[in-house]
């Protein structure tokens, strides 16, 4: 099975439609059915939901020294809010969760397949998903 990157992004300053507590309360609760459903089929591998980009600190190599910088990489309008890395037998189950994720949270998502590096994916597709280390 392939991995997949469901990346969910949002929109400096784009205003959405105000939520209920009981609408908030409604997609926190279909967002962790559609997460214990893709546990169950074996489709979740990690998630994450991201602080604003003005929380984070860019780390670059520049002659031979390490530097940090305060703020996001690209100054740019959309970003990154969060994301879901599933396994998926093709593109089209890849793109099956990614409805159901964008139907829970009402935010676009992008589906991008990672790139195979050889010899460790190989170890990899040969262990469950449980049996993996951080």
């Not at 926190?28 to 459903?37: A, C, R, T």
């Amino acid at each position: 099975m392939a991995q997949y990157l469901l990346s969910v992004h949002s929109v400096e300053g784009e205003v959405r439609e105000p939520m209920t507590e009981q609408e908030m309360q409604q997609s926190w609760k279909q967002v962790g059915i559609l997460e214990k459903e893709m546990m169950s089929a074996g489709a979740w591998v990690f998630s994450g939901r991201l602080h604003e980009p003005d929380t984070a600190t860019v780390v670059r190599v520049a002659n031979g020294e390490v530097l940090t910088t305060d703020g996001p990489f690209v100054e740019s309008k959309d970003h990154l809010g969060g994301f879901y890395i599933i396994e998926a037998r093709d593109l089209d189950a890849a793109l099956a969760w990614a409805s159901r994720v964008t139907a829970a949270i009402k935010v676009p998502i992008e589906v991008r397949p990672f790139a195979a590096v050889g010899a460790v994916d190989d170890a990899l597709a040969a262990q469950s998903p449980g049996d993996r280390k951080a």
